[in-house]
């Protein structure tokens, strides 16, 4: 059974940077792309980007040149920095395996404000 | 970037209803879609990929159509467990996106 469990800070002030991880537990670590997505209150799905072992990346455009991802294999981990946030940056924050995304955290909520 | 449009945004049904819910791709995508359910306050879940088939452990009133720009979803009789909010998204090529998503309300 392959779990996922992610964490990072709740809060933020704006312009602050907004950093979360997600560790894997079980099945293959090797063997797929690591996403993460984020869903604004009372809204739709937004995919924010993708990465996977080597660290290879794929991002969305839209947030591209505020998104950090990363990976350390040795510890089965990925994270996620995105900088300069403002409050349009409030959302459930959720990390994910695959393409098809069939594994998800648990979802943190991170509020941005002053 | 590829733009994935549902229709209907909400759609109110009794159980036992037919359920079909449309995307469209504002390019081709071939057949590089899934379908997720979403419940309030819970991580979307897989059902489909690949546009029609089924992910493990999915119900088989399940059932998912189309290639190129439009598919669909279909719910062949409507569970009470089924009254949820549903995702289509495409991962064709370097980029993924999502539709705005279709809520499915008790009539």
């Known amino acids: 059974q392959v779990q996922l469990q992610q964490w990072g800070a709740g809060l933020l002030k704006p312009s602050e940077t907004l950093s979360l991880t997600c560790v894997v537990d079980?099945?293959?670590?090797?063997?797929?792309?690591w996403s993460w997505l984020r869903q604004p209150p009372g809204k739709g799905l937004e995919w924010i980007g993708e990465?996977?072992?080597?660290?290879?990346?794929n991002n969305n455009p839209s947030l591209k040149s505020r998104v950090t991802m990363s990976v350390d294999k040795s510890k089965n981990q990925f994270s996620l920095k995105l900088s300069s946030v403002t409050a349009a940056d409030t959302a459930v924050y959720y990390c994910?395996?695959?393409?098809?995304?069939?594994?998800w955290g648990q979802g943190t909520l991170v509020t941005v404000s002053s | 970037d590829i733009q994935m449009t549902q229709s209907p945004s909400t759609l109110s049904a009794s159980v036992g209803d037919r359920v079909t819910i449309t995307c469209r791709a504002s390019?081709?995508?071939?057949?590089?879609l899934a379908w997720y359910q979403q419940k309030s306050g819970k991580a979307p879940k897989l059902l489909i990929y690949?546009?029609?088939n089924l992910e493990d452990g999915v119900p088989s009133r399940f059932s998912g159509s189309g290639s190129g720009t439009e598919f669909t979803l279909t719910i062949s009789s409507l569970q009470p467990d089924d009254f949820a909010t549903y995702y289509c998204?495409?991962?064709?090529?370097?980029?993924?996106?999502f539709g705005q998503g279709t809520k499915v309300e008790i009539k």
């Open positions: 990465i996977n072992h080597s660290g290879s990346t």
């Open positions: 998204q495409q991962y064709s090529g370097y980029s993924r996106s």
């Open positions: 079980g099945g293959s670590f090797s063997g797929y792309y």
């Open positions: 690949k546009a029609s």
């Open positions: 994910a395996r695959g393409l098809l995304l069939q594994y």
């Open positions: 390019q081709s995508i071939s057949t590089w």
